[in-house]
Nanobody, 126 residues
């Protein structure tokens, strides 16, 4: 059974940094094609793709976070990360990690997305 567990959220002032983690289990993280991503959602708005990384380390970022956020992965720990720097109040959201179909090649933030983590709240105050 594939599971994704996100953690690392909290509150920070504008300009600060935070790192999110997403621990995955139920499959071999480094095997076969696969891609994992971070999304975020604010109540009343659609979920927004933030960044995606494929098995080989190829990345795609939303324009709104380019140069500030970095997605990375540790294959040995089956874990995905999102390093967020220069945070802005508009980055406030619930952040989710997501996994595409195992064996599928990445199409960037288009997905599709098969598995989702439970979300972790990030609040940036001005």
């Amino acid at each position: 059974q594939v599971q994704l567990v996100a953690s690392g959220g909290g509150s920070v002032q504008a300009g600060g940094s935070m790192r999110l983690s997403c621990a995955t289990s139920g499959y071999t993280y480094s095997s076969r094609n696969r891609y994992v991503a971070w999304f975020r959602q604010v109540p009343g708005k659609e979920r927004e793709g933030v960044a995606v990384i494929d098995r080989d380390g190829g990345t795609t970022y939303a324009d709104s976070v380019k140069g500030r956020f970095t997605i990375s992965q540790d294959n040995a720990k089956n874990t995905l990360y999102l390093q967020m720097n220069s945070l802005k109040p508009e980055d406030t959201a619930t952040y989710y990690c997501a996994l595409g179909p195992i064996g599928a090649r990445s199409r960037g933030l288009q997905g599709p997305w098969t598995y989702w983590g439970q979300g972790t709240q990030v609040t940036v105050s001005s």
